[in-house]
Protein backbone atom coordinates (compact mmCIF):
# COMPACT_ATOMS: atom_id res chain seq x y z
CA UNK A 1 0.00 0.00 0.00
CA UNK A 2 1.12 3.33 -0.51
CA UNK A 3 -0.21 6.91 0.75
CA UNK A 4 0.57 10.25 -1.28
CA UNK A 5 -0.17 13.81 0.34
CA UNK A 6 -2.38 15.86 -2.17
CA UNK A 7 -3.53 18.85 -2.22
CA UNK A 8 -6.89 17.69 -5.08
CA UNK A 9 -7.48 21.01 -5.48
CA UNK A 10 -4.30 21.82 -7.18
CA UNK A 11 -4.26 20.25 -11.16
CA UNK A 12 -0.85 19.84 -10.80
CA UNK A 13 -0.67 18.30 -7.45
CA UNK A 14 -3.71 15.48 -8.57
CA UNK A 15 -1.65 14.55 -11.47
CA UNK A 16 1.27 13.90 -9.87
CA UNK A 17 -0.47 11.67 -7.40
CA UNK A 18 -2.51 10.26 -9.93
CA UNK A 19 0.17 9.03 -11.45
CA UNK A 20 2.23 7.54 -8.81
CA UNK A 21 -0.44 5.12 -8.24
CA UNK A 22 -0.76 4.33 -11.87
CA UNK A 23 2.65 3.58 -11.92
CA UNK A 24 2.66 1.69 -8.52
CA UNK A 25 -0.66 -0.32 -9.65
CA UNK A 26 -0.18 -0.70 -13.25
CA UNK A 27 -3.11 0.75 -14.32
CA UNK A 28 -6.34 2.64 -12.39
CA UNK A 29 -9.42 0.28 -12.31
CA UNK A 30 -11.46 2.49 -10.10
CA UNK A 31 -11.49 5.94 -8.78
CA UNK A 32 -13.20 7.54 -5.97
CA UNK A 33 -13.61 10.93 -4.95
CA UNK A 34 -14.39 12.18 -1.78
CA UNK A 35 -13.71 15.42 -0.53
CA UNK A 36 -14.94 17.21 2.76
CA UNK A 37 -14.46 20.51 3.85
CA UNK A 38 -14.20 22.66 7.10
CA UNK A 39 -17.54 24.29 5.41
CA UNK A 40 -20.28 24.66 8.17
CA UNK A 41 -23.92 25.50 6.86
CA UNK A 42 -25.54 28.56 7.08
CA UNK A 43 -28.08 30.67 5.89
CA UNK A 44 -26.67 33.00 2.65
CA UNK A 45 -27.47 36.15 4.18
CA UNK A 46 -24.75 34.89 6.69
CA UNK A 47 -22.28 33.69 4.62
CA UNK A 48 -19.40 35.84 4.04
CA UNK A 49 -19.32 36.98 0.22
CA UNK A 50 -15.46 36.13 0.58
CA UNK A 51 -15.67 32.81 1.41
CA UNK A 52 -18.35 31.55 -1.98
CA UNK A 53 -15.73 30.81 -3.91
CA UNK A 54 -13.41 28.97 -1.40
CA UNK A 55 -16.65 26.91 -0.47
CA UNK A 56 -17.43 26.02 -4.35
CA UNK A 57 -13.93 25.70 -5.60
CA UNK A 58 -12.79 23.11 -2.72
CA UNK A 59 -15.86 20.91 -3.12
CA UNK A 60 -16.58 21.06 -6.93
CA UNK A 61 -12.52 21.10 -8.28
CA UNK A 62 -11.04 18.01 -6.91
CA UNK A 63 -13.58 15.50 -8.50
CA UNK A 64 -13.62 17.45 -12.33
CA UNK A 65 -9.41 17.62 -11.59
CA UNK A 66 -9.48 13.76 -10.81
CA UNK A 67 -12.10 12.23 -13.11
CA UNK A 68 -10.14 14.53 -16.50
CA UNK A 69 -7.01 12.72 -14.83
CA UNK A 70 -7.76 9.49 -14.72
CA UNK A 71 -10.51 8.85 -17.84
CA UNK A 72 -8.27 9.06 -20.56
CA UNK A 73 -5.98 5.92 -18.91
CA UNK A 74 -9.30 4.18 -18.05
CA UNK A 75 -10.78 4.66 -21.35
CA UNK A 76 -7.48 3.48 -23.13
CA UNK A 77 -8.22 0.13 -21.26
CA UNK A 78 -11.53 0.22 -22.13
CA UNK A 79 -13.23 -0.14 -18.77
CA UNK A 80 -12.97 1.69 -14.78
CA UNK A 81 -15.43 2.77 -12.47
CA UNK A 82 -15.54 6.29 -11.26
CA UNK A 83 -17.57 7.26 -7.97
CA UNK A 84 -18.18 10.99 -7.02
CA UNK A 85 -19.29 11.73 -3.54
CA UNK A 86 -21.08 14.66 -3.54
CA UNK A 87 -24.66 15.26 -0.78
CA UNK A 88 -28.21 14.99 -0.86
CA UNK A 89 -27.78 18.69 -0.95
CA UNK A 90 -27.38 18.76 -4.52
CA UNK A 91 -30.79 17.08 -5.05
CA UNK A 92 -32.90 18.43 -2.01
CA UNK A 93 -33.22 22.46 -1.56
CA UNK A 94 -32.28 22.49 2.04
CA UNK A 95 -32.21 26.03 3.58
CA UNK A 96 -28.09 26.92 5.28
CA UNK A 97 -26.77 24.55 2.09
CA UNK A 98 -27.05 27.32 -0.61
CA UNK A 99 -23.87 27.42 -1.45
CA UNK A 100 -22.39 23.57 -0.86
CA UNK A 101 -25.74 22.34 -2.55
CA UNK A 102 -25.04 24.25 -5.63
CA UNK A 103 -21.50 22.55 -5.39
CA UNK A 104 -22.82 19.50 -5.01
CA UNK A 105 -25.44 19.93 -7.64
CA UNK A 106 -22.57 20.66 -10.20
CA UNK A 107 -21.06 17.57 -9.08
CA UNK A 108 -23.83 15.13 -9.87
CA UNK A 109 -24.35 16.55 -13.02
CA UNK A 110 -20.89 16.87 -13.73
CA UNK A 111 -20.77 13.78 -13.17
CA UNK A 112 -23.79 12.23 -14.90
CA UNK A 113 -22.44 13.63 -18.52
CA UNK A 114 -19.01 12.39 -18.15
CA UNK A 115 -21.04 8.59 -18.10
CA UNK A 116 -22.82 9.42 -21.32
CA UNK A 117 -19.62 10.98 -22.57
CA UNK A 118 -17.74 7.45 -21.61
CA UNK A 119 -20.07 4.68 -21.64
CA UNK A 120 -19.05 4.05 -25.39
CA UNK A 121 -15.38 3.20 -23.73
CA UNK A 122 -16.86 0.95 -21.04
CA UNK A 123 -16.11 3.56 -18.53
CA UNK A 124 -19.01 3.67 -15.65
CA UNK A 125 -19.43 7.07 -13.81
CA UNK A 126 -21.82 7.18 -10.59
CA UNK A 127 -22.48 9.36 -7.29
CA UNK A 128 -23.09 8.84 -3.96
CA UNK A 129 -25.47 11.59 -2.19
CA UNK A 130 -25.32 10.83 1.16
CA UNK A 131 -26.58 13.37 4.29
CA UNK A 132 -25.65 12.62 7.79
CA UNK A 133 -23.14 10.03 8.08
CA UNK A 134 -22.50 9.30 12.19
CA UNK A 135 -18.70 8.67 13.00
CA UNK A 136 -17.58 11.13 11.23
CA UNK A 137 -15.11 14.40 11.54
CA UNK A 138 -18.14 16.41 8.86
CA UNK A 139 -20.57 14.99 11.15
CA UNK A 140 -19.45 16.43 14.57
CA UNK A 141 -18.26 19.82 12.75
CA UNK A 142 -21.91 20.35 11.19
CA UNK A 143 -23.93 19.20 14.94
CA UNK A 144 -21.77 21.11 17.10
CA UNK A 145 -24.50 23.73 17.92
CA UNK A 146 -25.72 26.59 15.87
CA UNK A 147 -27.84 26.57 12.55
CA UNK A 148 -26.44 23.76 11.20
CA UNK A 149 -26.57 21.58 14.54
CA UNK A 150 -30.67 21.94 14.54
CA UNK A 151 -30.55 21.34 10.58
CA UNK A 152 -29.04 18.06 10.79
CA UNK A 153 -31.27 17.14 14.01
CA UNK A 154 -34.07 17.21 11.70
CA UNK A 155 -32.77 15.52 9.20
CA UNK A 156 -31.85 12.42 11.44
CA UNK A 157 -35.41 12.62 12.70
CA UNK A 158 -36.05 11.75 9.49
CA UNK A 159 -33.81 9.07 8.72
CA UNK A 160 -36.34 6.61 10.24
CA UNK A 161 -33.55 3.07 8.88
CA UNK A 162 -31.00 4.73 11.00
CA UNK A 163 -28.61 7.72 10.13
CA UNK A 164 -26.12 6.33 7.79
CA UNK A 165 -22.86 4.76 8.93
CA UNK A 166 -19.49 4.91 7.32
CA UNK A 167 -19.69 0.97 6.69
CA UNK A 168 -22.88 1.76 4.91
CA UNK A 169 -21.12 4.22 2.33
CA UNK A 170 -17.96 1.73 1.77
CA UNK A 171 -20.32 -1.11 0.95
CA UNK A 172 -21.97 0.76 -1.97
CA UNK A 173 -18.80 2.05 -3.44
CA UNK A 174 -17.44 -1.92 -3.69
CA UNK A 175 -20.58 -2.39 -5.15
CA UNK A 176 -19.74 0.24 -7.37
CA UNK A 177 -16.27 -0.67 -8.41
CA UNK A 178 -17.14 -4.16 -8.91
CA UNK A 179 -18.09 -6.36 -11.92
CA UNK A 180 -21.31 -7.07 -10.30
CA UNK A 181 -22.85 -3.31 -11.51
CA UNK A 182 -21.57 -3.27 -14.58
CA UNK A 183 -24.87 -1.97 -16.19
CA UNK A 184 -25.09 1.05 -13.54
CA UNK A 185 -24.10 4.32 -14.95
CA UNK A 186 -24.82 7.81 -14.42
CA UNK A 187 -26.79 7.88 -11.36
CA UNK A 188 -26.83 9.68 -8.72
CA UNK A 189 -27.70 7.27 -5.30
CA UNK A 190 -28.87 8.48 -2.08
CA UNK A 191 -27.67 7.03 1.22
CA UNK A 192 -29.53 8.42 4.08
CA UNK A 193 -31.83 6.02 5.89
CA UNK A 194 -34.44 7.55 4.63
CA UNK A 195 -34.12 11.49 5.10
CA UNK A 196 -35.10 12.31 1.34
CA UNK A 197 -37.58 9.92 1.29
CA UNK A 198 -40.04 11.50 3.68
Not at 48 to 54: F, G, K, L, V
Not at 81 to 103: F, L, R
Not at 157 to 171: K, Q
Amino acid sequence: MRFSATDAGDPNSATASAEMARDFLGTVDVLVNSTASNYKPDLLLRTDIADIEQIITRQLLPPIYLTRIVLPWMQAEKGGSIINMASDAAKTATPGETIVGAAMAAIVMFSRTVAIEAKRDGVRVNVLTPSLITGTPTAELVTQGGFSAKLFEKAAALAHLGVAEPDDLASLVVYLAGPASRRLTGQAISVNGGISAA
